[in-house]
């Protein structure tokens, strides 16, 4: 596959990624710092499970990586 078209496929998976609006404000959020599910879920007012849904794919998407500490992640 020529160079070009593997670029225009990973930024168009980029894109798919980013073009949910709680995916956004996730990475936005962190990029101020390291926030645990609880401390996301706090700011932006949705449940524990979305805010881990939406980490799975971004994780997934190696846009964010996780970090364990003891029995917290």
Do not use: C, W
């Not at 078209?5 to 990475?27: C, G, H, P």
């Amino acid at each position: 596959m020529p160079y070009r078209m593997v670029i225009s496929t990973e930024l168009a998976k980029l894109f798919s990624v980013l073009s949910n609006q709680k995916r956004v404000r996730i990475v936005e959020e962190l990029s101020r710092g390291e926030l645990s599910v609880n401390d996301l879920q706090s700011i932006m007012g949705i449940t524990h499970a979305a805010v881990s849904q939406q980490l799975a794919v971004l994780r997934n998407n190696r846009i964010v990586l996780e970090r364990r500490e003891g029995r917290n992640v």
